[in-house]
């Protein structure tokens, strides 16, 4: 374990001086006029209460507190946050819409539909059931809770890391507008409002949108030297053909209306509407590498070969004769439609040479590329929800969420950084979702036991199609595939407050979950025959159905399908239980222990690059967690200072690894992570506040199942026991001193956030290219309010120190390039906000 002396200095002050409540900030109570730190109420456990008499490790944040730390989406939160990893996008899809999201070392960093989330993200009580649109923009949030640890008695599904909750504001019964006009670096704009409108006694409304614009940060500029003749990324097929000059800039709307009654009688009612639409660039894409010389880099190769070699060569080469391979390949117009790459540079006519696949399309300035591909995200989403309340008695309530939602999204990443169609990947997914949540909870015994039962059932379906071009066309997948998912759960837990000084929890959820996946990959170029010398044995010049069994494709009258026919079903059933025991030493101060268990279902590797007679499944994984925690809140409500220490067994674990050019999901292993979360927050003057935080993680494999072992090489770190588990740092640090200086008939705050974070993997390999370093990121902001005004003025900056990492990559070895996305550079913001 490495600790570096910036990490034991930040240790120390953070323990000498506390500062941020684990569970920080959401409904301001009096103490908070009297210089107090105010109260937080969160629904952790279905039921409104103080965050500090959860005996569960939470970080909870109000919209105050995330507009003063520049938190505008899911991914922000990451920073200042212990143990959490939330990255705004995930290797190759191309949208910082999508979310890469690991807690306590537990998490996934796919897009796909084969590999469900690991971390369960909550929209005003919805789960969420894809990665994609998963980032959400926080526009018009009351709070959001982050649960740590598994969360399968009350959350369920897809929550073995823990739970993101977004918490929306619900409509008062006064009439009210704000709204804010942010300016900034990138040519920023961004609008957002808000309209609370009370409509008759009992019933109101409320309408809020929000609109940001902004210029990506990485530049599409013309390669300096000779790229020679070239194959236009346009001749592949492909999710859409969209060009732009830069990459990783924003476009993004969003809506929400609410319509809500409650009239104070035994019913209450919200109906929630929500629309997304991104419009943008992909992600900013750098090559680290191009593995031209590695022996991994079969595509690269072949390229390679085909445009150096004569005919004589080619069809002598090392694996056999190449000349079906270095011939006329396939496009969007048809089969052989492309005049082949064979000895383009040997023939004699310099206007027909063309460029290698190697490493001059390295460009070691980050913040440009010499890519011309496919470069757009595109997102639509949005749903509609229905929450009822009805309170049986006093002390009984029933509740049911109603929710629809739907997602249509595409990207197109060129991810060779080069004019070569070398690495082009598209996608298209299609899914919508439908749940129903009933609850009944309750109290008896004078509140001292409270109570909550429910159900619970999911349906999702989804169409999603993966387009990849690898070398020149020489390898061309098109990726259709179709799934169907339904869970149903009962649930139940309940706290009993036995005397002043302990309490117990029990809880437990019964789950199944069935699975339905037909996949229908397929090359559309025949490289595997044309390896073979078979491409043309058949009727129409297309393979034989001889040739396509020998080969080993599941269907030989479908000779270029890669995917059984059949449709593939996998049904899961599960309990998962929860224990826990909490002691009062005083009024102020919970001492508890618990024990957890969370659970997710395995399904299937779709992305393939080799016909298998099979589908390729994979299993269920599952996380047992012992926490002990102290919560406390001290010295007049001056101090809180909380702390959870935490050992999980983790099994079956989940794992994308690289095979070929295939990303292949895996059951690697088993792992143990221990840990612990400090979170504080102190206000020592009615105008000063300090929070800070400190997480610890050792996050390490046990055991490797053979197949997933990868020995350590010059690229990677590898895969075995006693190695790393990806996106689990040892050490995160943040320190946020706040002070409200009066100036004038006005007030100025200003606030600094720094977050030191010591290295980690982001890949399951542990490509060395691929790991982010330990970083130091410094987020300040000065305000001024008037005492009497209705307006604010805020100029900012984050990532002060411009700390340029990577967020996520993927060593495509079998394609012959290493690439990544880094961070957003240093930028200013100004805004100017109002209320009336």
């Known amino acids: 374990m490495r600790i570096t002396q910036v990490s034991l200095a930040a240790l120390a002050f953070a323990m000498a001086v506390p500062a941020h409540a684990q569970d920080s900030q959401t409904e301001a109570a009096p103490e ?18 103080d965050v500090q008499d959860v005996p569960i490790a939470i970080s909870a944040f109000d919209a105050e507190a995330l507009q003063e730390r520049a938190v505008g989406n899911v991914s922000a939160l990451s920073a200042i946050t212990p143990n959490v990893t939330l990255d705004a996008s995930t290797p190759f899809s191309g949208s910082s819409a999508v979310l890469g999201a690991t807690i306590r070392g537990i998490g996934s960093s796919d897009f796909a539909f ?84 009370p409509i008759t006694k009992g019933l109101s409304s409320s309408l809020a ?50 319509l809500r009654w409650d009239d104070g009688g035994a019913l209450r009612a919200t109906l929630t509407g929500d629309f997304t639409k991104i419009d943008q660039e992909s992600t900013a894409n750098t090559v680290l590498d191009i593995l031209d010389d590695n022996p991994g880099a079969f595509f690269a190769f072949l390229y390679n070969t085909c445009i150096n070699s004569t005919p004589a060569q080619i069809a002598a080469s090392p694996v056999g004769d190449l000349s079906n391979v270095c011939g006329p390949r396939s496009s969007t117009a048809g089969y052989n439609t492309i005049a082949g790459l064979g000895s383009r540079n040997v023939d004699g006519d310099p206007l027909n040479d063309v460029a290698p696949i190697d490493d001059r399309w390295v460009n070691t300035d980050i913040d440009k590329t010499y890519a011309t591909g496919n470069n757009f995200s595109k997102l639509e989403q949005g749903g509609v929800a229905l929450d009822l309340e009805y309170d049986l008695t006093p002390d009984l309530m029933l509740k049911s969420i109603s929710s629809y939602r739907k997602i249509d999204f595409a990207a197109g990443v060129d991810l060779d950084n080069s004019p070569l169609p070398v690495l082009q990947t598209s996608f298209t997914v299609k899914q919508e979702q439908w749940s129903e949540e009933v609850q009944l909870t309750g109290s008896a015994l004078d509140d001292a036991l409270n109570f909550v039962v429910g159900g619970y059932i999911f349906n999702e379906k989804g169409d999603l199609r993966d387009f990849v071009t690898f070398a ?20 139940g837990q309940v706290d009993w407050r036995v005397s002043d000084l302990i309490g117990f929890t029990l809880g437990g959820r019964w789950t199944k979950e069935d699975k339905s996946y037909v996949g229908a990959q397929s090359d559309v170029n025949g490289i595997n025959y044309k390896l073979a010398g078979c491409m043309e044995t058949g009727p129409d010049g297309l393979p034989s159905e001889a ?24 049904d899961f059933k599960d309990f998962s239980f929860k224990a826990g025991v909490q002691v009062y030493p005083t009024e102020d101060v919970m ?70 050019v295939s990303p292949t999901v895996k059951n690697a292993g088993n792992a143990r992570i221990k840990g612990f979360e400090l979170e504080a927050q102190a206000a020592p003057a009615d105008n000063f506040t300090i929070t800070a935080s400190v997480g610890y993680l050792d996050a390490y494999y046990t055991n490797v199942d053979t197949p997933a072992q990868v020995p350590p090489s010059d690229l990677q770190l590898g895969v075995f026991s006693g190695a790393d588990l990806p996106k689990a740092p040892d050490w995160k640090i943040n ?77 495509q070895i079998g394609g012959g390039v290493i690439y990544g996305t880094y961070s957003r550079p240093a930028e200013w913001y100004a805004r100017i906000g109002f209320e009336f």
Not at 141 to 158: A, D, H, M, S
């Open 32 to 49: 908070e006029a009297s210089g107090g730190i105010r109260e937080i109420v969160v629904t952790a456990q279905k039921r409104a209460e």
């Open 114 to 197: 084969n590999i469900d989330p690991a971390v369960g993200v909550y929209l005003d009580g919805v789960y969420l059931g894809r990665s994609i649109g998963a980032n959400q923009d926080l526009l018009d949030v009351e709070r959001i809770e982050i649960l740590k640890g598994p969360q399968g008695t009350l959350f369920g599904r897809n929550t073995i890391g823990g739970a993101i909750s977004i918490v929306t504001r619900n409509p008062g019964d006064e009439f009210r507008v704000t709204g804010d006009l942010t300016v900034g670096s990138f040519e920023r704009m961004q609008v957002r409002g808000m309209i609370e409108l």
């Open 209 to 258: 949108f929000g609109m940001l614009k902004r210029e990506g940060y990485q530049k599409r500029v013309a390669y300096p030297g000779d790229a020679g003749d070239y194959d236009s990324w346009e001749l592949f097929p492909a999710a859409g053909y969209q060009n732009a000059s830069k990459q990783g800039g924003d476009d993004n709307w969003n809506l929400r209306g609410k």
């Open 472 to 491: 020149g066309g020489l390898l061309q997948v098109d990726g259709p595939g179709t799934v169907d998912t339904t869970a149903y759960a009962a649930f």
């Open 547 to 570: 040739c396509a069994a020998a080969l080993g494709f599941p269907i030989p009258s479908q000779p270029f399908r890669y995917y059984p026919l059949e449709p593939n079903d996998q």
């Open 591 to 660: 001492v508890y222990g618990s024990f957890s268990q969370g659970y997710k279902t395995g399904g299937w590797t779709t992305r393939l690059s080799n016909p298998l007679p099979v589908a390729p499944t994979f299993g269920e994984e599952q996380a047992e967690t012992w926490e002990a925690g102290i919560k406390s809140t001290l010295i007049d409500r001056r101090l809180q200072l909380n702390l959870a220490a935490f050992s999980t067994k983790y099994e079956g674990i989940q794992l994308n690894f690289q095979e070929g």
């Open 735 to 811: 320190i946020a001193p706040r002070l409200e200086v009066p100036i004038g008939s006005g007030s100025l705050v200003m606030l600094a956030d720094w977050t030191h974070t010591t290295g980690m993997r982001n890949d399951t390999e542990g490509t060395i290219l691929l790991l982010r370093p330990s970083t130091d990121i410094i987020n300040a902001s000065v305000s001024y309010e008037p005492d009497h005004g209705n307006w604010n003025l805020t100029v900012g900056g984050t990532n002060l120190t411009d700390e340029r990492y990577l967020v996520t990559g993927q060593a």
